[in-house]
């Protein structure tokens, strides 16, 4: 259909100047013997027609080979597809052929410079994430071993540092992870509450030091995942949890439940799926940024988002894909001055 159109379009004025022809030689008919036309006017017509089909059917099979050999020229751009295209069309498109493949080679050495400087650059950064953790490592080091040597408020401050230096770090490793070919995840079966308490643990004083209340409401429920990619999950979705809380009387909500139908109530689908929600009461987000607040790099309107990166929630959602488990807004709760993060794991 595609080579037809293409045809019809092409010889469309052709047809046209042939369709005039036959109407100035009926013309000619009608001067010389009116008698006469009505008897060559079928002539003249079926000839029309005719010489119209076979005009359009050998342009259609012509169209047809050299868009196949232009569709496979474009696939692979090499000189022997250059050549087999200028063999199947006309002399007049030679230089114009000659000139794209020029560009599309030209820009296929740029592409392949770019992507070596990109691989070099990534190399780079996880070369730097690997030689990085040694100082991090001194540093929790020289802490430890003069924790007396400081008051307890400058210990808090320097291993609030430390995490933060430390997250940074995990984030650009798990961003290079998310573009390698082969990665290998291990599924095993966790203890929700008890990978939650490991997460928080790597959040020490932040709650005390900012007065927030954590309130851990975690179901003691078993789940399948990556326990590595689970945890990198939820530091980012604690991280802003504590980050965006009320700054009087802030408070950061953990809730884990499975879905299991209540005969009596029935208040929650009975689908057997593990759901996690992290809430707090920072006064959530405007409705406008919802849909928008998992895209890379969105910061949103939010007074308290401005000095924000929007990677966070941009590795959850990606990494959420990886472990098959579902991220979303509760925004049943935006109005209610309330943020919350869910989780839904299947049920395995």
Known sequence: MRGKDICLKMRLHWLMLLILSDAFFAFLVWLANPNGLKSLSVIIVLYTVLAAAAGCAIDFVRVRVQLEVLEECLERQGEYEERELMAVTDKVWHPAVREAFSLLWEERAQNSERQQELMSYQEFIEAWTHEIKTPLSLSELVLENHREEMSEYVYRRMRHVQRIAGMDVERILYYARLHAEHVDYQFERIFLPECVKEVLDRFPGIPQERGIEVKDKTAPVWIVSDRRVLGFMLSQIFSNAFKYAGKSGGIVEIEAWKCEEDAEKGSRKGDGKVRLAVRDNGGGAPLEDI??????????????????????????????????????????????????????????
């Open 291 to 348: 849909p928008f607040l998992f895209d890379k790099g969105f910061t949103g309107s939010h007074p308290g988002r401005q000095n924000a990166t929007g990677m966070g929630l941009y590795f959850v959602k990606k990494y959420a894909k990886v472990l098959a488990v579902d991220v979303r807004v509760e925004e049943e709760l935006v109005s209610g001055g309330w943020f919350g993060i869910e989780i839904v794991f299947p049920d395995v």
